[in-house]
């Protein structure tokens, strides 16, 4: 079984859409995140949700809003998306401060 | 200047070299981590520590904290150890702040 898993895997979607990116952890994990890989590669944190609070939100613009409806689930939803918004996004869960990401969700926008 | 240096950025080795990709960081510390990513995209994580030395098979990763520095090393690189390293420090508020990555190909 997955540990963490996203889905979809890619999104591509014209500017001005609204989309989501669901994340799943079967591990029990009562803290979970969202990072923004850029096109450099460079990987910053958006979210962290603890218990689902949210503890870390990281200057992200209010088109972003992270959902937790439960201790397992992180979903990203983004409104009227940018092109600046094409990025690959990794969702992860961690206990103790180990840390477990998924797969990752590589959206484009054009 | 970001708050997590790596060095270098771009490394190229031979099989059979030994590797050494340094992280230095600037701020207070719970933990480390050393992350791996291969060219299909998915993130590992290799190492988490928060003093003194791990190993696990041929990857080496040490921290000094008094220097804020760590170093990941790899031994007897091979063409399968071809990927992203990266940094990650995390703070009290288990935020994780990551370095620029160091990409490393090694060669037949």
């Known amino acids: 079984d997955t540990a963490v898993s996203q889905t979809p895997k890619y999104l591509v979607t014209q500017m001005g859409n609204d989309k989501s990116i669901k994340c799943e952890q079967n591990?029990?994990?009562?803290?979970m995140y969202w990072y923004k890989q850029d096109s450099k590669k460079f990987l910053k944190i958006m979210f962290s949700y603890n218990n689902k609070e949210l503890i870390i939100n990281e200057t992200v613009p209010n088109r972003f809003s992270p959902k937790s409806p439960d201790k397992a689930h992180l979903n990203l939803h983004i409104n009227s998306l940018e092109l600046g918004d094409s990025a690959v996004y990794f969702c992860?869960?961690?206990?103790?401060?180990?840390?477990?990401f998924g797969p990752g969700t590589r959206l484009t926008v054009t | 200047k970001n708050e997590v240096e790596q060095s270098p950025q771009n490394l190229t080795a031979q099989e059979g070299e030994f590797i050494t990709i340094n992280c230095s960081y600037s701020v207070g510390i719970s933990a480390l981590h050393w992350l791996q990513q291969h060219p299909g995209g998915g993130i590992v994580s290799l190492f988490m520590l928060s003093s003194g030395k791990k190993k696990h098979g041929r990857l080496i990763a040490t921290i000094n904290i008094q220097e804020k520095h760590s170093s990941l090393h790899i031994t007897a690189s091979h063409p399968r150890d071809s990927a992203v390293y990266i940094c990650?420090?995390?703070?009290?508020?288990?935020?994780?702040?990551f370095g620029t990555g160091t990409r490393l190909q090694v060669f037949p």
């Open positions: 591990l029990g994990h009562d803290t």
């Open positions: 990650a420090v995390i703070f009290n508020t288990d935020k994780l702040i």
């Open positions: 992860a869960s961690s206990l103790n401060f180990e840390q477990y």
